[in-house]
């Protein structure tokens, strides 16, 4: 993938990890209590609010909201939304939609949708079309087509059949046949029989035999 974007623009794409990868370790459900059984786990149980704290492990269940906070790991669970959130890590993780997001490197990752975005680089890379998308050089490459497209300088350029084409000079560029075609003067120049036609005043010029014919007149 660099070295096709270096070929196309020279600013390389990084498809971007998956911030799943640094969810917090611990797993998705209420924190385990230890059970009531006296002072010794100093646990304060409120049938008011419906609250129950335990010093020991800094523990505080609501079964109003159904949420559960702890003061080691500083992560709080909320079992009506199904989400985590880690103080530490500055991460939170929706079981609803399958998302995680990370405040630290401002990243996105969607389970769903197999979608990575970053809002540092301004990147968006699919896992399931195999693209990755960046807003700062405009840039946009498929690894399935191995096509590279830039809305900046308007070219696309084709890793299968090393072809470039741009859109503003309305150009194409073929690295197989070393050929170039123009769509402006409507001229195609050969590299390999060193030959240059023009289709608009049907002329023909070959610079190995040194040959100049007037098409118009032949025919």
């Known amino acids: 993938m660099a070295s ?21 370790s611990r797993p998705l459900h209420l924190l385990s209590w230890p059970p009531v059984t006296g002072a010794t786990v100093l ?43 880690s103080a530490t ?31 540092t680089v301004l990147q968006c890379y699919s896992a399931t079309v195999l693209q990755c998308y960046s807003a700062t050089v405009l840039q946009c490459y498929s690894a399935t087509v191995l096509q590279c497209y830039s809305a900046t300088v308007l070219q696309c350029y084709s890793a299968t059949v090393l072809q470039c084409y741009s859109a503003t000079v309305l150009q194409c560029y073929s690295a197989t046949v070393l050929q170039c075609y123009s769509a402006t003067v409507l001229q ?15 002329q023909c010029y070959s610079a190995t035999a040194a040959v100049y014919a007037l098409i118009t007149l032949m025919s």
């Open 188 to 202: 195609c120049y050969s590299a390999t029989v060193l030959q240059c036609y023009s289709a608009t005043v049907l």
């Open 89 to 119: 890590v500055l991460q939170c993780y929706s079981a609803t939609v399958l998302q995680c997001y990370s405040a630290t490197v401002l990243q996105c990752y969607s389970a769903t949708v197999l979608q990575c975005y970053s809002a």
């Open 43 to 85: 646990q304060c149980y409120s049938a008011t609010v419906l609250q129950c704290y335990s010093a020991t492990v800094l523990q505080c269940y609501s079964a109003t909201v159904l949420q559960c906070y702890s003061a080691t790991v500083l992560q709080c669970y909320s079992a009506t939304v199904l989400q985590c959130y």
């Open 4 to 24: 096709l974007l270096s070929a196309a623009s020279g600013t390389p794409l990084t498809p971007l990890p998956s911030p799943l990868s640094r969810r917090p």
